[in-house]
């Protein structure tokens, strides 16, 4: 089995890959823009720390350390940097329990010295430790003050869209009937549990797409190039209506244990088929109730934008992950091309977050564990029904 196919839309980058050189060429290659986008572009290395302004009464706490504290501080302003550092060790506290830190002694510094040599030494700590992790801030709220930590799965601007059409070519294939009833069971269970958006349904953003491309080609339907993309889309409406139905089947999930009991692999399609299933039960049976858009946030960009405006700049993640009809072939690199041009003009993207609070030592121990899975599921999904 080779390595997974992925889509690289606008200029964004994954922080921890390698650097390499791409090509638009091939399946199985990584494809990116020419152009680089108008807004935004992510660094191949995971940026050590962001910070952000904000106005808000939560924003994070802008610390401007000066060289030496100014003698004309009254008692007002001591007991206000006494409290401060209070609530601060006190959160310090939990974030380091929560992720076994070592501590080290800065107390013993002047204010607000011992403050950024503590933010330093647990970001570095951070940094090397937790795999997913993004960055902390400090919030002042109302007086209060205390830590937030982001982990964030960093999906590279990946196009994650899993081809139908190939499950219907394989269900045509007599040696291979059990291969393809497993997987209509991960489809199902992609379908139903994962939530993974369907390219038939008209919520879907994929369907807009497609539909687009029909309007532009009855505009001159007498083209033979657009008579060819009619047809093909009419192809794929057709096979993707029956899939649907197929994997709409509950019975594909309450059989999912049985098949792949009695499912022997014969050559190298069906371990492939055996593998991929048995990792999509693992998850099942593991995360019973967890779907792909479960964590979904962006990042607050404060100042540049109202919430409403912010909205509108951000690449939601039911617009990289669907179902689609085909992931190779002329109509999916038109598809491929006007996704590109369309989300690369958006400044930022929602990804699967967990934001932790450490307001006293009730932490929440929210993890990425699905996450990582699951798109690794997907990607292996899409590499086999590209070699189909």
């Not at 791409?22 to 191949?44: H, L």
């Amino acid at each position: 089995m080779t390595y997974a196919t992925q889509y690289h839309f606008g200029n964004y980058q994954s922080p921890t890959a390698d650097q390499t050189e791409t090509t638009a060429q091939a399946v199985s290659r990584v494809r990116t823009m020419d152009e680089p986008p108008k807004r935004c572009q992510r660094n191949q290395k995971r940026p050590t720390e962001i910070c952000t302004d904000s106005n808000g009464s939560n924003a994070l706490l802008k610390c401007s350390f000066l060289p030496k504290l100014q003698e004309t501080e009254n008692r007002q302003a001591c007991r206000k940097s006494k409290r401060f550092e209070r609530d601060f060790y006190q959160s310090l506290s939990y974030l380091k329990e929560h992720y076994q830190l070592n501590s080290e002694q800065f107390e013993n510094f002047e204010f607000p010295y011992n403050i950024a040599l503590e933010i330093q030494n647990v970001q570095n700590q951070l940094k090397t430790k937790v795999r997913d992790w993004e960055e902390i801030q400090l919030i002042q709220d109302k007086g209060k003050v205390y830590f937030t930590s982001e982990e964030r799965y960093n999906t590279g601007a990946t196009l994650y869209y899993i081809p139908v059409i190939p499950l219907y070519r394989l269900s045509k294939i007599k040696k291979y009937n059990k291969a393809f009833r497993l997987l209509l069971s991960v489809y199902s269970y992609l379908y139903h549990i994962v939530d993974i958006p369907y390219y038939r349904q008209e919520v879907s953003y994929l369907y807009w797409m497609y539909e687009m491309f029909e309007q532009w080609a009855n505009e001159d339907d007498e083209d033979e190039e657009n008579i060819n993309l009619l047809l093909e889309l009419k192809h794929a409406e057709w096979i993707g209506d029956i899939i649907e139905k197929k994997i709409f089947s509950v019975q594909n999930l309450e059989h999912f244990k049985l098949r792949l009991k009695q499912f022997t692999a014969q050559d190298e399609l069906d371990e492939n088929c055996l593998m991929l299933a048995q990792n999509a039960y693992n998850l099942f049976i593991q995360f019973p109730n967890s779907n792909i858009m479960k964590n979904a946030q962006s990042k607050i960009i404060f100042n540049e934008y109202d919430e409403e405006e912010q909205e509108e700049n951000t690449v939601t993640m039911d617009k990289y992950i669907s179902f689609c009809a085909e992931a190779k072939g002329a109509l999916f690199n038109m598809l491929f091309q006007s996704v590109n041009n369309e989300l690369q003009e958006y400044g930022q993207i929602e990804e699967p977050a967990v934001i932790k609070y450490f307001t006293d030592s009730n932490i929440s121990e929210s993890n990425l564990d699905f996450e990582h899975q699951i798109f690794n599921l997907i990607e292996e999904l899409i590499d086999l029904m590209n070699d189909l």
